[in-house]
């Protein structure tokens, strides 16, 4: 059984494939940011943004609503396009990312910009952050969810595990993590850099419930997130194996791409390439 | 001559018959009065529920109580996200192991994102005794007060952490408090005024004044009445509030005295009297003695003799007074 209609998925792809070309420009403005990591999972954002999360862009401290919380802030620039795509702020003010005055800054910063429920960056911390306002649901009796997306290269810190822990301790049912298992990290491949696997044994052995999706397939990501909802006296984590890159053949699977902008020529030919799919059609803005 | 308007206990200066209760019983008891009041106030833990005393806490209100086993790093954020959710949560540990090692969460998580969350530190300073120097915390308040939106205070005695503690409380924006293990003498009364960012003056004097914080405020007071009997006039000033910081009040007492002496359970370097000498070498230098740890760790042993060795005693406070005046 589905819970998205396949109109809804085919619509949700070509929003993916928008988002990612505005992230593109984004950075190509910006002069610097992460590339890899935003496209890699642009379609989670996507996902959450345009069918699974609960919000109200015009109300961003909407007692009732979903929070999502993002611990690896250095994708920033993915959450940002998708939020100016869910209407919290124009679109062209995503040319203003990491310049002086801008509500963009390099990793975000909650009190300067309405609708982000944490300041992230330094890695580890996010989840932990997600564990206190699902506990805080719990206390206020509230059913709005709490989610929460993890990179792999933060399993690294400790202070991952501690929440790890504490969520099961807590029973947080309400609380859906989602990893964005796409091997790379600064440094090199995670499993050279300091080996994570098994994921699936580690959450499963710490007391979470378990998904793995394909990160770039819509309907799996919108079916673990309402199977998720089902799960009583257990946190879920959904492990969504993601492409770093995705969407541009020069960047995909390269952790030389975590930590750098797309430069001009590169920027266009990322463009032509996510325009026209990667050459399977033919671009209208050739 | 003790301030009145401060009032002070009667007798304040038997310390013998005087009350003994620890700085951390008033932490307990006033958060649980603050709960009592507020019931967005929550509590969490590291596995240190009695000796913080926010077992207090747990016993009166169970389900607004968060036990987060030994993880400070995680409870520090486990509070940020409790107050973004609306919470008032106190995260309590010892002080060399939040804000010690939780640092970067407090950083950004707590202070950066402006989460109303309140840290107290318990056990801090040389007179944790026989524990010995890894959970004597001597560097907690330079390490606090560099950081922005950050309310920094080390009350002098049971009553006034309990006070300290509620106005934490009503505070909108992230505390440390700091607190000590050991019973110390209650020399305030619930009269005694109390006001974030105030500084008490407890006796006023002009030949030299003392600038003092946590239980070590006591031991100036009868350090000046010593002075007094040698003829020597030293104003006392309760600077309970480390950040911000009462420039008003420091600044009037090195102008009336023209030498101050700072005193503090904390490395000279970073704590509350280089706070002083930040506000005196900017508006109105005068020679500073500073009374702490002079740049070295701790050790075990009792208290009273922790504080004899490395200078913290009234003796020690008595010299440093004597040599501060020497060099107006």
Redesign the interface.
């Known amino acids: 059984m589905s819970y998205i209609h396949d109109d809804k998925i085919k619509q949700l792809e070509e929003k993916a494939n928008e988002m990612r070309q505005d992230l593109i420009q984004m950075l190509l403005e910006a002069g610097s940011g992460h590339s890899a990591g935003p496209l890699g999972f642009m379609d989670v954002f996507c996902a959450l943004y345009f069918h699974v999360l609960k919000y109200d862009p015009k109300n961003p401290d909407w007692e009732d609503r979903d929070?999502f919380?993002l611990s690896h802030g250095h994708i920033a620039p993915g959450l940002y396009t998708a939020m100016a795509h869910a209407g919290y702020f124009p679109k062209k003010e995503l040319m203003t990312l990491r310049k002086f005055g801008t509500r963009l800054q390099g990793h975000p910063?909650?009190?300067t910009l309405p609708g982000l429920?944490?300041?992230?960056?330094?890695l580890?911390?996010?989840l932990?952050?997600?564990?206190?306002?699902?506990?805080?649901?719990k206390?206020?009796k509230k059913d709005y969810r709490v989610y929460c997306a993890v990179s792999d290269g933060e399993h690294d810190e400790?202070?991952t595990w501690?929440?790890v822990?504490?969520a099961a301790?807590?029973k947080l049912n309400n609380l859906t993590a989602i990893l964005d298992r796409n091997n790379i990290q600064i440094d090199g491949f995670t499993e050279d850099v300091m080996p994570l696997d098994s994921l699936v044994e580690k959450y499963s052995a710490f007391g979470w419930h378990v998904i793995e999706v394909d990160g770039h397939n819509i309907e799996q990501i919108v079916n673990a997130c309402e199977e998720a909802k089902a799960i009583y006296e257990k946190p879920t984590m959904i492990i969504a194996h993601t492409i770093p890159g995705k969407g541009v053949d020069f960047m995909e699977f390269k952790f030389e791409w975590h930590g750098k902008p797309p430069n001009k020529e590169e920027a266009k030919e990322s463009l032509n390439q996510l325009r026209t799919l990667g050459g399977k059609i033919k671009s209208e803005h050739e | 001559m003790i301030n009145e308007e401060m009032n002070l206990v009667e007798n304040l200066f038997d310390e013998e018959r005087m009350e003994k209760v620890p700085t951390r019983n008033g932490f307990g008891e006033g958060l649980v009065n603050s709960g009592k009041k507020n019931e967005n106030v929550v509590a969490l833990c590291a596995d240190l529920t009695d000796s913080t005393r926010i077992s207090f806490f747990q016993k009166e209100f169970p389900e607004r109580y968060f036990e987060m086993g030994i993880s400070e790093q995680n409870m520090a954020s486990v509070a940020a996200g409790m107050a973004v959710a609306g919470k008032i949560p106190f995260i309590s540990s010892y002080g060399v192991f939040s804000p010690g090692r939780n640092w970067d969460q407090i950083r950004v998580n707590v202070c950066y994102n402006n989460a109303n969350v309140k840290i107290a530190g318990a056990h801090t300073g040389i007179s944790v005794g026989p524990d010995g120097a890894t959970h004597q915390a001597l560097e907690d308040i330079a390490i606090t007060r560099c950081l922005p939106n950050l309310i920094v205070m080390a009350p002098a005695d049971y009553l006034e952490t309990k006070k300290a503690v509620e106005a934490a409380a009503e505070h909108k924006g992230p505390v440390y408090i700091r607190f000590a293990r050991e019973k110390d003498p209650v020399f305030t009364t619930e009269k005694t005024p109390f006001e974030i960012g105030k500084a008490n003056l407890l006796k006023d004097g002009n030949d030299a004044a003392i600038v003092a914080c946590g239980p070590l405020v006591y031991k100036a007071l009868i350090a000046a009445k010593k002075l007094e009997e040698e003829g020597i006039s030293v104003l006392v000033l309760n600077n309970h509030t480390i950040k911000p910081i009462d420039e008003d009040a420091i600044l009037e007492a090195a102008k009336k005295t023209g030498a101050i002496v700072t005193v503090e359970e904390h490395q000279v370097n970073g704590g509350m009297g280089s706070a002083v000498c930040e506000v005196l070498s900017k508006n109105h230098p005068v020679p500073v003695e500073m009374v702490g740890m002079q740049d070295s760790f701790g050790e075990s042993g009792a208290p009273e003799e922790l504080l004899e060795k490395y200078g913290m005693s009234v003796d020690g406070i008595l010299e440093a007074v004597k040599k501060a005046i020497k060099r107006k």
């Open positions: 929070r919380f910063h909650r009190e429920e944490s300041t992230s960056g330094p580890g911390q996010g932990s952050q997600a564990i206190g306002t699902a506990l805080a649901a206390l206020d400790g202070q501690e929440a822990l504490c301790r807590y």
